[in-house]
């Protein structure tokens, strides 16, 4: 059983990567999303199969994406990441829904900062996390409240405010911080 993984960058730019299991990727392909003619021709030569082989996927980031090279995973690390099931795997139908699927996440991001409100909401989560770096248990305060929020919100990676886009990657990277100590301290060895 295969299935497609789409990662969107904000301006547009389409990650596929189509993945025999988590660990094993077949193909990937990168594109622009309102290239729908090109994503379907893509989806269409992936669909039989034809002399894909599986190979190891290297993971960067929260979205566990597999990058071809570094100046990608500079480049998608912090995407919008979307699996597509088998159920969706007509090229015609896929290719198209990829595009609104992009254009449905960067409305709902634009609704959700409200023109700009919204950054103050996320400023003061990273100066919160900032706060909790030398406590070893904080991820787990924050694991069921704000660990849960930004993966419902995980559609601001691509919002086409900049400073939407860096205020998440902070807060990322504080919440990468956190687990890493919490998981130091949970097996016992030394907190980080």
């Given at each position: 059983?295969?299935?497609?993984?789409?990662?969107?960058?904000?301006?547009?730019?389409l990650?596929?990567?189509?993945l025999?299991?988590?660990?094993?990727?077949?193909?990937?392909?990168?594109?622009?999303?309102?290239?729908?003619?090109?994503?379907?021709?893509?989806?269409?030569?992936?669909?039989d199969?034809?002399g894909?082989?599986?190979?190891?996927?290297?993971?960067?980031?929260?979205?566990?994406?597999?990058?071809?090279?570094?100046?990608?995973?500079?480049?998608?690390?912090?995407?919008?990441?979307?699996?597509?099931?088998?159920?969706?795997?007509?090229a015609?139908?896929?290719?198209?829904?990829?595009?609104?699927?992009?254009?449905?996440?960067?409305?709902?991001?634009?609704?959700?900062?409200?023109?700009?409100?919204?950054?103050?909401?996320?400023?003061?989560?990273?100066?919160?996390?900032?706060?909790?770096?030398?406590?070893?248990?904080?991820?787990?305060?924050?694991e069921?409240?704000?660990?849960?929020?930004?993966?419902?919100?995980?559609?601001?990676?691509?919002?086409?405010?900049?400073?939407?886009?860096?205020?998440?990657?902070?807060?990322?990277?504080?919440?990468?911080?956190?687990?890493?100590?919490?998981?130091?301290?949970?097996?016992?060895?030394?907190?980080?």
């Open positions: 059983m295969t299935f497609l993984l789409a990662t969107y960058r904000y301006d547009g730019a990650l596929l990567e189509l025999a299991d988590w660990y094993s990727v077949l193909a990937t392909a990168e594109t622009e999303v309102a290239d729908v003619e090109a994503n379907q021709g893509i989806l269409a030569g992936w669909a199969g034809a894909l082989r599986p190979a190891p996927r290297r993971f960067r980031g929260p979205s566990l994406i597999r990058m071809p090279g570094p100046e990608v995973a500079r480049d998608y690390g912090r995407g919008f990441a979307v699996p597509v099931t088998d159920a969706d795997a007509v015609a139908r896929t290719a198209r829904r990829l595009r609104e699927t992009f254009r449905q996440a960067q409305e709902r991001a634009d609704a959700r900062l409200a023109g700009g409100a919204y950054l103050a909401v996320l400023s003061g989560y990273v100066d919160r996390l900032r706060g909790m770096r030398d406590d070893p248990a904080a991820y787990r305060r924050v069921h409240t704000l660990v849960a929020i930004m993966a419902d919100e995980r559609y601001l990676r691509i919002a086409v405010d900049e400073r939407a886009r860096d205020l998440v990657a902070a807060i990322d990277d504080e919440l990468s911080h956190l687990y890493g100590r919490c998981m130091d301290l949970e097996r016992g060895g030394q907190a980080r």
